[in-house]
């Protein structure tokens, strides 16, 4: 698990503690140039304009500006390419956000699998998540549906030859 800022891989050590995982090595670095060797399994959790938050945020809506989803997007797409590049054949990429917008949820992983053959759309396994958080095979949460954050989360399996 990797992160810039120090402060969030402190918080991700409680996280990891809390829940006793043992296959999570927390680390400060850049995801867009991840220093790691082939992995069965990457979770991207992509910088968002965190729309999904305003429940919980209703002031952020106020700071959130038109041309920070263009920055948004490329960190993102980026972000997106360089864990793709870590991924082994057979290999499972979860993209996720805690944005509501089409363009960092879907227009991300729909432009990633157009450019990527080698990768395909895998709902996620029968019974794992409740039906009425999935939408054509990826996790939707609404905060008016649901009450609690938006977020959003599609399984990409790399193709195993």
Known sequence: AADRQSVRVDRML??????DAQNVIPMIADATAPAIRPVDVVLVDVPC??????????????????????????MQRSILRAAAAVV???GLLVYSTCSLEPEENDAQV????AA??????????????PASVLDNGRLR??????AVDGAF?????????
């Open 14 to 19: 409680l996280g990891i503690g809390r829940v």
């Open 110 to 113: 729909d432009a990633f699998l």
């Open 49 to 74: 304009t965190g729309t999904g938050t305003f429940r919980r945020h209703p002031d952020a809506r106020w700071r959130l500006k038109i041309s920070d989803f263009a920055v948004m997007g490329a």
């Open 141 to 146: 949460v609404l905060p008016q549906l649901h």
């Open 116 to 129: 990527n053959s080698d990768f395909t759309l895998e709902p996620p396994p029968t019974g794992t998540v």
């Open 88 to 90: 082994k054949p057979g």
């Open 153 to 161: 989360a599609a399984r990409l399996r790399r193709s195993v030859s």
